[in-house]
């Protein structure tokens, strides 16, 4: 099961902290059954907030293996 992790981060001395998401602005989407689906929705995602520099959207599979 995908989803999709999106948030914009702190800015710090002129670059994006990555390990400092800005808590408003996180959002998950999905689930998807596919690592593909998953991945055309984060560049989408990104191609929306293209001009924003902090931005990011990526993807995380939280499957549970049994």
Known sequence: MWFVFE????TENGR???????PETIAWHGP??????AD???RARMWAKIDIYAHKAR????????
């Open 7 to 10: 948030a914009e981060y702190a």
């Open 16 to 22: 994006a902290n990555w390990n400092r998401p800005i």
């Open 32 to 37: 998807f059954l596919s690592e593909a689906e």
């Open 40 to 42: 055309a929705v984060a």
């Open 59 to 66: 993807i995380v599979d939280l499957t549970v293996q049994q």
